[in-house]
């Protein structure tokens, strides 16, 4: 039988399940990886089911958000991390040493392997050939203590690259085309597999970039093949022996295929306040620019480091702009100092920030008020950059560029008018290679004393799935919600160990009263439910997103639709994900309203759909649910921790 990529390396991998369309299957991870965001939850979870060594081939865990550390928290966080990497085998990545996605694709990623992260970019390995995967940190923790992960057998959409990219248009300009076609939402349950001519043209890098920013669109995840270019890129990593050869067969079928010729590609950007609004650049504009971000896990490789060196070398940053850049990791500094490109960057007038997430989570570089700001990030939800009234754009880093020198949104392809032309940046043949931020474990060592801060309590135990839920529909929000909205990230961040504190800022920026009415209603003994529309759920792979809604006493989310990894957090939280049968039945429902969903497991033993009655309208209408019969069981048990105690 004729396989494309995403079938060879999941045939391989499947342990649990039939390999059919929609099907749940469980896989087998090979590799793991956490940031300190959702490790520390995810680590917790891990040491509450017992297991003394991480049965993955290789986990690693990484400190590249919270780094901006004020106050003890953080550091508490990551002292924490460090020894449980010690006691159950784990490599820890020190602050410093860059953000994971960038780092495990220069040393880690394996053609053909699995890859599990408690991020949602962990897609990024996919530009390498790996089958990698975002999911909340329960879902790592269950997989490093040697589980199955879980997901529907995908569709396979192919995108078909023709052509070759003009000067100045760039591999960020490919996904942000990608959004253009496919937008943010409708693409749950599917897999982007590149191929064509054209991927010839594209680096380790470009290709990283593009399934990086493929998590925009709600897909599982995203896979170039593995080739000679993937085998140059591991040469230069003095890697060469992870390299095997990973490719489509000759006529292997595919649910859609999408042609995009490179050729015919324009600098783009997404505008506020979502991935998915796309423009040409021309289109948007010479408006002021603010602020200039140049980093993020989406471009923050040697390659687009030097494009800018390149650009900005002789120029000056205009007088009216701030500039930032954060490379991506400890060994694209090292390298961009080694050929010069360092010294250009800092003398254009940039401010060298850490090799870490930073001003893409909102924990830094937040822009003055009503800014316009440029950067070359994967998300501009509202509120993000950490300044409610800015207006954040995507871009390339040669937009980003062109905008430093310039000080006005501009077209990279215009900088030609003044004399600068196109830096066509190669790979090098051979990187410089410093491993010593890594602490490797020699193996498990139970005698390590695990280090647990003030800030640090223990992951808050969820409850049997009632047969009746009955409560108040506490919020009723719009389309497009995303786990921005629902938890923010910023400086609320460093209270991710502590669930009870993070809660408080639950629905912050939709509705800053939500805490308290939850909380009323939940001590009370009544159930909060949530109403959502289209695409509940977007964006970060965070399961505080269901595990702080879950402690102030959320039972069930209605919604028209959810994204992936935020219905599977929500079950791993015991919160029952439903869907209108009929989307015209959200407009009958409004905050405050009582509702009653009755007879929950006789409709999980039926299959049949759940009756939700609107106590307070005097109507009833009909709620579905997209649930195998593992989660059916995780729910009825009261999440995932749960249901494994009871298995065990």
Known sequence: MKQNIVEKILSEHIIEGKPEKGAEVGIRIDQTLTQDATGTMAYLQFEAMGVPKVKTELSVSYVDHNTVQIGFENADDHKYLQTVAAKYGIV??????????????????????????????????????MMAIGAGGLDVAVAMAGGAFFLNYPKVIKINLTGKLQSWVAAKDVILKVLEIFTTKGNVGCVFEYSGEGIKTLSVPERATITNMGAECGVTTSVFPSDEITKEFLKAQDRENDWVELIADENAEYDQIVDINLSELVPMASTPHSPGNISTVKEIGEINVDQVCIGSCTNSSYKDMMTVANILKGQKLHSNTSFVVAPGSKQVIENIINDGGFKDIVSAG?????????????????????????????????????????????????????????GKFTDPRDLEKIGIKYPDVKMPAKFYIDDSMFIFPKDANEDVEIYRGPNIGDPPASEPLKDTISGTVTLKVKDKITTDHIIPAGSKMKYRSNVPKYSE???????????????EIRDSGKDNIIVAGLSYGQGSSREHAALCPMFMGVKAVLAKSMERIHNANLINFGILPLNFKDEKDYDGIDQTDELEIADIKAAF???????????????????????????????LAGGTLAFMKKKA
Do not use: W
Not at 355 to 368: D, E, L, T, V, W
Not at 505 to 519: N, Y
């Open 505 to 519: 800022f639950l629905f912050e920026i939709v509705d800053s009263t939500f805490h308290d009415r939850a909380k």
């Open 605 to 635: 033993l039926s299959s049949k759909n759940i009756i939700v009655k609107n106590r307070s309208k005097g109507t009833q209408f009909e709620a579905t649910y997209d649930l195998s019969d593992r989660q059916k069981e995780i729910l």
């Open 92 to 129: 820890y990545s020190r602050a410093g040493n860059g953000i994971c996605h960038q780092v495990q694709l220069e040393r880690f990623g394996k053609p053909g392997k699995t890859l599990l992260g408690s991020d949602s970019h962990t897609p990024t390995g996919g530009g390498i050939g």
């Open 350 to 406: 940039a401010r060298i920030a850490e090799s870490a997430c930073g001003f893409c989570i909102g924990n830094s570089q937040s822009p003055k008020t009503d800014a316009v700001s440029l950067r070359t990030s994967n998300r501009n939800f509202y509120g993000r950059s950490g300044t409610k009234s800015a207006n954040a754009y995507l871009v390339s880093p040669e937009t980003a560029a062109a905008a430093v020198i310039t």
